[in-house]
């Protein structure tokens, strides 16, 4: 007798479960799709940015330092570049 029930509600169960599948935006998961001669890999949401921190004073200070010093390495080091190619 209880079997008879069974049938029925596993049926429904499996009709629910179809119906929450299909209710799911395709965009939502990841796809491939052709863009001209390119094939590009699409996903929806896959960073979150849960917080944001900034550089203390002194890490500020100390960074624009060393920039200073980066910018300053180029024409420093232009005429050894010249002798690199010469070789």
């Known amino acids: ?3 008879r029930y069974l049938l029925p509600c596993a049926v429904a169960l499996l009709g629910f479960s179809i119906a929450d ?4 935006s395709t965009s939502s998961i990841p796809h491939l799709e ?4 390119a094939t590009q ?3 929806d949401g896959a960073i979150r940015e849960t917080e944001s921190v ?6 500020v ?15 420093a080091l232009k005429p050894i570049y010249g002798q690199i190619v010469g070789l």
């Open 34 to 37: 052709k863009r001209g001669q």
């Open 1 to 3: 007798m209880k079997l």
């Open 61 to 75: 200070a100390l960074y624009e330092r060393s920039h200073r010093v980066y910018q300053g390495l180029y024409p």
């Open 54 to 59: 900034s550089p203390s004073a002194a890490a």
């Open 41 to 43: 890999l699409m996903v």
């Open 21 to 24: 599948a299909q209710s799911v």
